[in-house]
């Protein structure tokens, strides 16, 4: 599969439906090897897929509730998206409303992620 605009939308599709699933193993899958997860910016990266792996067991095991909440953006080799993940954390209920960028190789795995949201995202409720 190459980085066509098509894969890319449907590599977001997919991440949102293996999150709400609650399967990091299929999240972790759309990944390259050598990939680098920023979630969010500004946070220590992830690097390579055993350490994206440890990220998003950890995010899946909080049985996320995912939606896009535009359509996704593509330009060359990127997607960027704005959706909002519901989850309870340390028993209080969460919405977070990310922006995350997909980089994709040219084998039409993500490459580099990047998820931008602050404390002015996230809603207590």
Not at 9 to 22: E, K, M, P, Q, S
Not at 76 to 97: C, E, K, N, W, Y
Request: hydrophobic share 45%.
């Amino acid at each position: 599969m190459t980085a066509t605009t098509q894969a890319m939308i449907d590599t977001v599709h997919a991440y949102v439906r293996a999150l709400n699933a609650g399967n990091a193993d299929a999240v972790v899958a759309l990944y390259a090897e050598d990939a680098v997860v920023e979630d969010p910016v500004g946070t220590l990266p992830r690097r390579g897929r055993v350490a994206i792996r440890e990220f998003y067991r950890a995010s899946c095991a909080m049985r996320l509730d995912v939606a896009l909440e535009s359509d996704v953006r593509a330009a060359a080799r990127s997607v960027a998206f704005a959706f909002r993940v519901r989850l309870v954390d340390g028993g209080q209920p969460l919405t977070i409303h990310p922006i995350d960028v997909f980089d994709f190789d040219g084998e039409g795995r993500i490459a580099h992620m990047r998820a931008y949201f602050g404390p002015t995202n996230i809603q207590h409720a």
